[in-house]
């Protein structure tokens, strides 16, 4: 990714979607927001305790970087895969609407120009997909348990059904979440994904055999969210060279980053963001 700075503010773009028109798009850091300890600094999650002021006015910076006139919409994550469109009439047009306004679901999408779509994210990654040949936009969030689920690809499917795009067309950002070095997982995730032939063969678990400060050993198994997802892609036939990984891990960039994991749940949520210009 390319990394950016706008007033105090650290955010990063796919090389892939850099340079496409009409389409704005980022992954902030937390540094350069309104918010104190412990979601310092730019949170945008409205529904983990923290003063809605603050999150208005995160929510707004990030809204002004991608240079949109209108709020941008997300919804809440149910950690599966069910997909909710936007358009010129659910969008939001508050920037904190509340929580009876907000929607469900794990996959964004949309065709309508001047709508923007985010997620605020802490490990999950965010998902970016777009179709230059239908100007289609879909953001996704997708943590273990969506990843179990296929969310990655039930988003390709419901772009070529609504949108009628292309597998060979689509361009795919996997956003920074949490790396194997720091996601050690019970059997039940394995497990979860045991349920499905391509979603098991896809998935990437590894065991790591790790000595604690006291000496007592035990094999550690680790799931990679970035790299199965990516393996969700190419299975489905996403080109290679139109996937790309931010190469960062949240765990062990908790100066940049919020991670739910390694902070022990007492953190905030970043953005991960993308507009149709209108
Ligand atoms: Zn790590």
Sequence with gaps: MIEQTTQDIQWFQFHLFKDIPNLSHGV???????????????????????????????????QQILQCKDPLTTIKSEHAKHAYEVTHENRYKTVCPTPQEISFGD??????PGAGLFWSVADCAPIFFYDPAHHALALTHAGWRGTAKGAAIATITEMRSRYSSNINELLVGIGPCIGACCYEVGENVRQEFQRDKLLFETASFT??????????????????????????????????DHIELSGMCTGCRTDLFYSYRVEKGKTGRFAAAAALRA
Excluded: C, W
């Design 207 to 240: 065991e790591h055999f790790v000595t604690d400060p006291a000496g007592n050993s035990h094999t550690s198994l680790r799931f990679d969210v970035a790299q199965t997802n990516k393996n969700q892609l190419l299975a489905m036939g996403i080109p290679e």
């Design 28 to 62: 902030f850091s937390r540094i350069g927001g309104a918010s104190s300890a412990p979601y310092h600094t730019l949170n945008t999650a409205s529904s983990i305790g923290e003063n809605l002021e603050a999150v208005t006015e995160n929510r707004r910076r990030v």
């Design 107 to 112: 996959i964004l999408l949309t065709v309508t």
